[in-house]
């Protein structure tokens, strides 16, 4: 009997660290299994669905598109990229295996609680997979040459279209792409890519240039009743030749008819200039001072409605993100706005043109990368 406490005490040692070693194994695979592209990892199994059917395919002939070996390009938190022979051109390919449940959550047991467990997991899943189907959709429909895509192909075809790829490794593969969603889309790089350029070369006129460019885009898709539900600027956003900006990544764009109100669509442009400004702030502090006179400079021509309210009641705000699947997004966008200076005029029934805003501290609230994204943060 004085060993029993002692063998159960090895037992639990032994399971405790059992379990351990499965979850590192897993995360191992895990991360293995999502860098590696695999043709089944962009395989889809859904059926014909008529709200993924574009209206038009943007380029007629693909093949001659894809006759020569498309290069990989990079990865992203919901797709893989090959940039085309003549480098003009993207493929996208989906990553279902981020769609899917995960390892982990399939190997539970399906009784209760872990059965609900696995349940509310793959319906999270299946939203995200809807959410940027729509997203795409919404821009070639509405914002084809603010999004730059030339096509997009989210049910499966009805034939055989066949595209030749180079993998990470060099390796050339042939793959038919009849149950592969696609989006073909121009070529660019990422704003902090651009302003980043810029400013090494130390051309302040380029970068306010490409600002100006910036809220133009906006303000473009704002007239149009779409928004995007991710804050990341200064990835989601590209730039072609280092002379247009567009909507690199358009997952998450939305059509809303409230951002078209002149007042909220003025408080999302505050927004974008608080997130600029910070990235500048953080990486060329040299050039802080003239930039931020330069986006405060903005709001000049654009109407400005003082705020009666509360700092505690903005509900049209809240209310442009009133989907159920943002709902810790819309609380940490709320505190965002509260807290940063170039929004603090909300409150103080002013506008930010009429004061220099003070360099801000940590920012609160919404992460660049919106917990899903695996670009640059700012």
């Known amino acids: 009997m004085k060993c029993y406490p002692n063998a159960m005490r090895r037992i639990i040692i032994f399971l405790t660290l059992s379990f351990i070693c ?9 991360r293995y299994n999502f ?7 962009i395989t889809s199994s859904y059926p014909y669905r008529e709200d993924w059917e574009a209206k038009t395919i ?11 070996p498309l290069t990989y390009l990079g990865e992203g938190g919901q797709s893989y990229a090959f940039a085309s022979a003549d480098d003009r051109y993207v493929l996208k390919f989906f990553k279902f295996n981020r769609f899917r449940p995960s390892l982990f959550f399939q190997l539970l047991p399906k009784f209760a609680p872990f059965s609900s467990y696995f349940q509310s997991h793959a319906a999270k899943r299946e939203r995200k997979l809807e959410t940027a189907f729509a997203g795409y959709k919404l821009a070639f429909e509405q914002l084809r040459e603010e999004s730059g895509l030339k ?8 034939s055989p279209l066949y595209a030749a790829i180079k993998n990470q490794q060099g390796e050339d593969l042939s793959i038919n792409l009849q149950n592969i969603p696609f989006v073909v889309q121009q070529k660019g790089e990422m704003l902090s890519e651009t302003i980043k350029r810029q400013l090494d070369k130390g051309d302040l006129e380029s970068c306010k240039t490409t600002i100006d460019q910036l809220f133009t ?5 704002h007239a149009k009743g779409i928004t995007d539900l991710d804050r990341g600027i200064m990835h989601n956003i590209g730039c072609i030749d280092g002379k247009r900006l567009f909507h690199l990544d358009p997952g998450k764009l939305v059509y809303n ?37 330069h986006l405060q400079a903005q709001f000049k021509d654009s109407l400005w409605i003082p705020a009666k309210k509360t700092k ?24 965002f706005i509260q807290g940063h200076p170039l929004y ?17 501290g940590p920012l609160r609230g919404i992460d660049e990368n919106d917990g899903e994204y695996e670009e640059e943060p700012v």
């Open 58 to 68: 943007g380029i007629n002939d693909l093949s001659s598109l894809f006759a020569k």
């Open 217 to 221: 885009l906006f303000r473009v898709e």
């Open 312 to 335: 505690s009641d903005l509900p049209e705000c809240e209310n442009l993100f009133s989907s159920n699947l943002y709902t810790e997004y819309r609380r940490q966008l709320y505190t």
């Open 344 to 360: 603090s005029s909300v409150k103080e029934e002013s506008s930010p043109i009429d004061r220099q805003v003070q360099p801000p």
């Open 22 to 30: 499965l979850l590192l194994g897993l995360a191992v695979y895990s």
């Open 151 to 158: 096509t997009i192909q989210l049910n499966a075809l009805a």
């Open 35 to 41: 860098s590696t592209f695999k043709v089944s990892d």
């Open 257 to 293: 008819e409230e951002i078209k109100k002149p007042e909220n669509s003025h408080r999302e442009l505050c927004i974008a200039a608080s997130k600029v400004d910070s990235w500048i702030k953080k990486n060329f502090k040299e050039y802080a001072e003239p930039l931020n006179q």
